[in-house]
């Protein structure tokens, strides 16, 4: 048995907001991070200018380049400290643009927040729905040339979203991923396992809209926050206060009816001279989740709601799948995590099916009756990183799949928790 095999897998899952990662068997990542780099220009810049100089100062200024970095939470607050630090994302609505940064971010989550050798572990990777197959390559050329990994498996996130059900509902690998990230939003139907990549949709509206969509109704309502805090403002007033409504001609009346018991009241300091602000939020905690159900509210470009993207997805499936699809709609990501997000998506998309069955019975004059369609949408408490979660035991899950009469206790001690040296009291 080679070292690799008796340590624990690497599962990184990379987004274009945030970066999840930690090591197989354990309940949840170790850390999520903004997927974020800071390089330092100024090394750069002096490269160039002394590209007529000697050669020894233009490689140590190449080399200071190379090591001179940071990723997350540290990259955001060298940018804001330091002139000297530009901020690079290298995912853009859930693809890779730029991959020397990209190897840069998993050179420092490897080495830095990990701290594990990667030639001794095992590694999962994630990847989106709508990938190209040359990407995949320069994953996998980056991984084994770079970091020189003894293995690597290159997963779709949806149907790991969809394994993540295993520990929460029975084993079940049809369904439909409604994956609703930072940067992208995919509509993927799994049948057995396998992507319907045929039948995959996404939609232009994602958790980064619904920021600047709160940023815009703040600005547009005057209140008072600095410019250049305005977007995290945004950002943290969705994570804490936002929720989906039932009806928002009612929710504007309770808000005018009571506003005490609605609006909120915000606090914060300005960056650069330090004295305190604050501003109300009423209206943006259900409009900024509105966008999703009616779009046209914030951009005219795109105006089709997210109940009606997934009905055309599981549509334009086969036939025989329909059913079991409609049955376990599952949420993925974390700006799906609004309160009663899923009960609004599952009462829209139910209003879809059953006036469909209705014409189609009415079309046929009312003699035979449509057997009804079962709308279900599943909502859990671990589908803020369910990707990663699902990446957990993915060498077992074969076996698990197998006998899935065993009860989910023995399974987990058997498959991931016994290989790793704990054991059930």
């Not at 090591?67 to 901020?87: K, M």
């Amino acid at each position: 048995m080679d070292s690799a095999s008796s340590r624990p897998a690497v599962v990184i899952d990379n987004g274009t907001g945030y970066t999840k990662m930690g090591f197989a068997g354990n309940v949840e990542p170790c850390f999520i991070t903004p997927t974020v780099v800071a390089v330092n220009e100024s090394f750069l810049n002096q490269s160039r200018g002394s590209a007529k100089g000697n050669w020894l100062a233009q490689h140590s200024a190449g080399v200071m380049a190379d090591l001179d970095f940071f990723i997350g939470e540290e990259a955001i607050s060298r940018s804001r400290s330091s002139t000297t630090y530009n901020l690079s994302y290298p995912i853009l609505n859930g693809q890779v643009e730029n991959w020397d940064t990209m190897e840069r971010f998993w050179q420092q989550c490897i080495f830095n927040y990990l701290r594990c050798d990667p030639e001794d572990h095992y590694f999962l990777l994630t990847e989106s729905p709508l990938t190209a197959p040359e990407n995949r390559e320069y994953t996998g050329e980056i991984m084994f040339e770079t970091f020189n990994v003894p293995g690597l498996y290159i997963a779709v996130q949806p149907v790991l979203a969809l394994a993540a059900g295993y520990t929460t509902s029975k084993c079940e690998m049809t369904g439909v991923v409604v994956d609703v990230g930072d940067g992208a939003t995919h509509v993927v139907p799994v049948a057995d396992g396998y992507v319907i990549g045929s039948s995959i949709k996404s939609i232009p509206i994602s958790g980064k809209d619904v920021t600047l969509f709160i940023q815009q109704l703040l600005r547009e309502r005057g209140e008072h926050i600095p410019p250049e805090d305005s977007f995290e403002v945004a950002r943290k007033v969705k994570e804490m206060y936002c929720y989906t409504c039932s009806d928002i001609v009612k929710e504007y009346n309770k808000h005018d009816r009571e506003p005490s018991k609605y609006i909120k009241q915000w606090s914060g300091v300005k960056p650069k001279t330090g004295a305190p602000y604050s501003c109300d939020i009423g209206y943006e905690r259900f409009l900024g989740p509105e966008v999703f159900f009616h779009p046209e509210i914030y951009s005219s470009d795109f105006s089709t709601p997210l109940p009606a993207v997934i009905d055309k997805c599981i549509q334009s499936s086969p036939i025989d799948t329909r059913r079991a699809l409609y049955k376990n709609i599952v949420l993925s990501g974390g700006s799906t995590m609004f309160k009663d997000f899923h009960r609004r998506l599952q009462r829209d998309l139910k209003k879809i099916v059953d006036a469909r069955l209705d014409a189609a019975d009415a079309a046929r004059g009312g003699d035979v009756k449509s057997h009804p369609v079962e709308v279900n949408v599943i909502s859990h408490p671990i589908q803020r990183f369910a990707v990663w979660f699902g990446g957990l035991p993915y060498k077992s899950r074969i076996r698990r799949i197998r006998s899935k009469h065993m009860p989910y206790k023995s399974r987990l001690q058997r498959d991931v928790l016994k290989p790793l040296g704990v054991h059930f009291p």
